[in-house]
């Protein structure tokens, strides 16, 4: 047999076919865009015959650069901090948020652990005795928890959050009540005895018991300490807080108790509390002034009689306050039982994680499973945790999902024709996306773009789905060459044919992710623009690498190996191959059936000197007897597209003896080409008048109205529980919370840029017109604002009341204070300052001058120092206020003794840049609430900085919540600028405004459906919706320009026949004219319309014997021809390619 050259070879004398763009510029009458799109196909051809040639070269380089970019991943961030992956990017939450960070460093105060007790039967009443003693024993199983790190024992008594430790001159005293000062910890057990049992602090004094909070009576202890040290200002000071008997006082919920003590309410009467009664208006810490506890914090779905008297609850809830790693490691900073270690804030971050886990695992394992009541656990390093561990990249998930791919790929492209099948193909189009894809995440490392849970769950999938598509549309546009395309330029072919398609749709997808990026929210910002990297590299790889793959295939074809195995020879070049009869001018002549014995290269064109069509075939071919089995070798056809050569006659004559079955024929193409294709284009139906276009308008009109309604239903929001697994014990907590204890701790921050001596008036303004919100949590009716502010001002006040009391007493004159109180030693010296560096005393003041005046200021020439004195005598006030104040006022020791004078110079603050006023807000249940609640905290700043006072409101939902004010105006930005470059895109790459208008419709369309399922489904609307929906439109262009690109370019994709010279040199057997045939059939059973006029039929001469011949093509690609660009071509697949 005669074989052809080589691949890389064409002989001399050979003349590429004409293109066809060219008939159609000169017939057309839109010359420029048919020019356009042709010089634009044109550029595509000669890329992929170039790729064709140096495949190898380019499949090295190609891996080569991908495999380097994949490297850049070895540096990748995995970014966790909700604030870092939520906050908007250069809003003025972000710049609030940067100025508290300037202030005060990146910690917070403190951070929460909690614990939710619910009955398991739905509406039980909790306030109980027996429900509070579960509670009791899931408390008090989490406070003992202790964890042992770098060599040292950790218990919450070390590294809980205390408020307002007060500074004693004596050392003994001090110590003491270091180890005694009890933990912050808001919990509904405070109304009772048993509250001093979470308190794990302990001191020792000769001739008693350890001192603890449970047998603790600090008024008994002072009166027992009073003869043997000076404690009058410490007893002042425990007078101020209204400790009185701490826990000792407080009824017992078991009288019976052994260890209840005698002072409690109920010891004597042993009849059990009224839980009820007891938590009605919430409880107390140790300090009844500075540590209430209202009972929106203690108790959830609480229902009250017609008088407000509390009746029932459905919720508990224990709050346990630790420290911060920046606090933890200050405190224990240069102290003996760190020194050993390399103290670090790294390691008390550690420290705390690890207790907190501890906390977590034993407060959930605390109730037996059969108890009335179940504990629900949480913390901040479990919110942590979780993130974590949905950032982090599951190889198992990416490797099975890429697996299935593989195998899906390999399995879909095999053939059972060896010389046609394409796994190999499949398979190394996944693994290229693969590295396509690792690539790009490589370069957005390298570029510094943080990974975030959406990166690394959901982008490698996202991206192998858009990559494979465009994979499998080349591959099969490989095997659609049209009649006529050399082996030579069969890969420029494929990229002339598919690449303006596959460039189209992966341009608007890149823009989809890049518009998707104009979210302002940094995780998803993130998100778009790795995804929109990641198509970029998948598009390069399937435009510049992939082409060579299909070139390497073309050659081991070409050289009939084995798919996947191709270092075996193909079995299929000595197949037998039927060739029938056709159709001659009014019947069928019955002429033996041929059967070639070997692989069969032909080759048909038109002799020059006559209208005589001759086909080459190699003098090697023989015939056979037909085989018995007619229908065996087309049973096993893929996809009802044969390739072996039986035959089927679908013409106006008798049909062939031989038809495939129709269960072995159809699939979604010949669905479309057979069915739905000739149902849209009938004129009317058979049950109504309308035309079939008409009914499927009619029908996406009413979806769109039904879309439009289902939009005006969508809510915004995103709940933290939506995140969260469902059926985990954290998304159990989490709905308890929402449901039950809805408060989020915010704050009113003050910035510097005004004086707060001289707008003390507007400083009350703005705390009373934030107070009266609507979701802020009002103060109890008995109790002041919680604020700096009030408790600075009160503290005044009572220091001037007692110094008039002393003053009037004689205890206190012009040139003493030695026998006045300490409060009034105080006041003393604050009133004799005057502000004035030069003068800075006048006693004159002392009668003339007030601390706070009439209309309850404070002078602006005392603010500052008396703020200094404020915040070094009532720490317990300014650890209540928390209002963290920056710069921080100086240490000021009063010592009422001293008689130098000096002590009466008090060193004035400097100036604020940072203070704030908490709050607590409630009934935020869905987003429209948080939104209310912070259009009405902003609209309150806003009148603030009229009055000259900048303040802006901080907290959680101020961070996470505020996206929602503009977050549908960046969605309708992001969607009409994407519509916007699709519609340019599409129109100067097609060249066809109407074609790109119409997508643009089809795209807005598919939005809106989207959108209006949304509300259907009650998906409610965030920043990931948002994302997703953009995203949509870039994906939606994959279905629309194919349709359109075909429908404008579907004439663009034929050859003009002409003979390889290899055909012309080859021995072989010159087809002569024979009878005429009414209409051409190819070898596959596919009509290929009537033969000319001047036809008079063919017989092939092999051996010197005249034989029917089949109609032949010049195509050497074994696969269908295609629509004939002249009537004279005709169909044979040979099976060697």
Known sequence: ??????????????????????????????????????????????????????????????????????????????????????????????????????????????????????????????????????????????????????????????????????????????????????????????????????????????????????????????????????????????????????????????????????????????????????????????????????????????ARDPQGQLLRAEALQSTFLLMSPRQLYEHFRGDYQTHDIGWSEEQAGTV?????????????????????QQIHAFSSTTLDDILHAFSEVSAARVVGGYLLMLAYACVTMLRWDCAQSQGAVGLAGVLLVALAVASGLGLCALLGIAFNAATTQVLPFLALGIGVDDIFLLAHAFTEAPPGSPLQERTGECLRRTGTSVTLTSINNMVAFFMAALVPIPALRAFSLQAAIVVGCNFAAVMLVFPAVLSLDLRRRHCRRLDVLCCFSSPCSARVIQILPQELGNGTVPVGVAHLTATVQAFAHCEASSQHVVTILPPQAQLVPPPSDPLGSELFSPGGSTRDLLGQEEGTGQKAACKSLPCARWNLAHFARSQFAPLLLQSHTKLSRLSPQAVVLVLFGALLGLSLYGATLVQDGLALTDVVPRGTKEHAFLSAQLRYFSLYEVALVTQGGFDYAHSQRALFDLHQRFSSLKAVLPPPATQAPRTWLHYYRSWLQGIQA????????????????????????????????????????????????????????????????????????????????????????????????????????????????????????????????????????????????????????????????????????????????????????????????????????????????????????????????????????????????????????????????????????????????????????????????????????????????????????????????????????????????
């Open 1 to 302: 047999m005669a074989r052809p050259p080589p691949l890389g070879e064409l002989p001399p004398g050979y003349t590429p076919p004409a293109r066809p763009a060219t008939p159609q510029i000169l017939a057309g009458s839109l010359k420029a865009p048919l020019w356009l799109r042709a010089y634009f196909q044109g550029l595509l051809f000669s890329l992929g015959c170039g790729i064709q040639r140096h495949c190898g070269k380019v499949l090295f380089l190609g891996l080569l650069a991908f495999g380097a970019l994949a490297l850049g991943l070895r540096v990748a961030i995995i970014e966790t901090d909700l604030e870092q992956l939520w906050v908007e990017v250069g809003s003025r939450v972000s710049q609030e948020l940067e100025y508290t960070k300037e202030k005060l460093g990146e910690e917070a105060a403190y951070t929460s652990q909690m614990l939710i007790q619910t009955p398991r039967q739905e509406g039980e009443n909790v306030l109980t005795p027996e429900a509070l003693d579960l509670h009791l024993q899931a408390a008090l199983t989490a406070s003992k928890v202790q964890v042992s790190l770098y060599g040292k024992s950790w218990d919450l008594n070390k590294i809980c959050y205390k408020s307002g430790v007060p500074l004693i001159e004596n050392g003994m005293i001090e110590r003491m009540i270091e180890k005694l000062f009890p933990c912050v910890i808001l919990t509904p057990l405070d109304c009772f005895w048993e509250g001093a049992k979470l308190q794990g602090g302990s001191a020792y004094l000769p001739g008693r018991p350890d001192i603890q909070w449970t047998n603790l009576d600090p008024e008994q202890l002072l009166a027992e300490l009073g003869p043997f040290a000076s404690l009058e200002g410490f007893r002042e000071l425990l007078d101020k807080a209204q400790v009185g008997q701490a826990y000792v006082g407080r009824p017992c919920l078991h009288p019976d108790d052994l260890h209840c003590p005698p002072s409690a309410p109920n010891h004597h009467s042993r009849q059990a509390p009224n839980v009820a009664q007891e938590l009605s208006g919430g409880c107390h810490g140790f300090s009844h002034k500075f540590m209430h506890w209202q009972e929106e914090l203690l108790l959830g779905g609480m």
């Open 352 to 372: 705390l994680q690890a207790w907190q886990r501890r906390f977590v695992q034993l407060a959930q394992e605390a109730l037996p499973e059969n108890a009335s």
């Open 802 to 1137: 007692a110094f008039d009391q002393d003053w009037a007493s004689g205890r206190i004159t012009r040139h003493s204070y030695r026998n006045g109180s300490e409060d009034g030693a105080l006041a003393y010296k604050l009133l004799v300052q005057t502000g004035d560096a030069q003068e800075p005393l006048d006693f004159s003041q002392l009668t003339t001058k007030k601390l706070v005046d009439k209309e309850g200021l404070i002078p602006p020439e005392l603010f500052y120092m008396g703020l200094t004195v404020w915040v070094s005598s009532d720490p317990l006030g300014l650890a209540a206020s928390q209002a963290n104040f920056y710069p921080p006022p100086p240490e000021w020791l009063h010592d009422k003794y001293d008689t130098t004078g000096e002590n009466l110079r008090i060193p004035a603050a400097q100036p604020l840049e940072f203070a704030q006023f908490p709050f607590l807000l409630r009934g935020l249940q869905k987003t429209a609430d948080f939104v209310e609640a912070i259009e009405g905290a902003r609209a309150a700043c806003a009148e603030a900085s009229q009055a000259g006072v900048h303040a802006y409101p901080s907290g959680s939902p101020f961070l996470f919540w505020e996206q929602y004010l503009g977050l549908r105006r960046c969605f309708l930005l992001a969607v009409c600028i994407l519509l916007l470059c699709t519609f340019l895109v599409c129109a100067l790459l097609l060249l066809n405004p109407w074609t790109a208008a119409l997508i643009v419709l089809v795209l807005a369309m598919m939005t809106v459906e989207l959108f209006g399922i949304m509300g259907f489904l009650g998906i409610k609307l965030s920043a990931i919706p948002v994302v997703i929906l953009v995203a949509s439109i870039g994906i939606g262009v994959e279905f629309t320009v194919h349709v359109a690109l075909v429908l404008l370019c579907g004439a663009d994709n034929t050859y003009t026949p002409g003979p390889p010279p290899w055909a012309r040199a080859a021995a072989g057997t010159a087809v002569h004219p024979g009878p005429p045939t009414r209409g051409g059939t190819d070898v596959q059973g596919e009509h290929r319309g009537p033969e000319p006029p001047s036809s008079a039929g063919r017989r092939a001469q092999v051996g010197g014997t005249l034989h029917p011949a089949p109609e032949l093509c010049q195509s050497d690609y074994l696969h269908d021809c295609g629509p004939p660009p002249t009537p004279t071509a005709w169909c044979l697949h040979p099976p060697s390619l």
